[in-house]
């Protein structure tokens, strides 16, 4: 699988968890695994407001683009993330900045 990233300025989290060619984003479940080798779905046809282009499968392997939330104020690993290439089954590491998780903590 290959989760490429769309950076936007936009309000809420995404948590991604990946089982084998599944995706449960922000808690729905989207499966891909009866998509053909060298079928692709068209943008807006899966219903997820995170999946920001078509979903593909290219030789096996799904490929996609998730919109990547983020504050006015990116970081350069959050605003030109590198994609996820063939990430491994559980909660995805998902790029974010630090200080947007700390906006709720007293200093």
Not at 36 to 54: K, L, Q
Request: negative net charge.
């Amino acid at each position: 699988m290959r989760i490429s990233f769309s950076p936007q300025r936009r309000e809420g989290s995404l948590k991604v968890v990946k089982d084998g060619d599944k995706l449960r984003i922000n808690g729905a479940l989207f499966s891909f695994i009866s998509l053909p080798d060298g079928a692709t779905i068209p943008y807006g046809n899966v219903p997820c407001e995170w999946i920001a282009g078509p979903v593909e499968r290219i030789d096996g392997e799904i490929s996609l683009t998730l919109v990547l939330p983020h504050g006015s104020d990116p970081s350069q690993s959050v605003a030109f993330p590198d994609p996820l290439i063939d990430p491994e089954d559980g909660d995805l590491v998902i790029p974010r900045d630090p200080a947007e998780e700390m906006d709720n903590v007293d200093t």
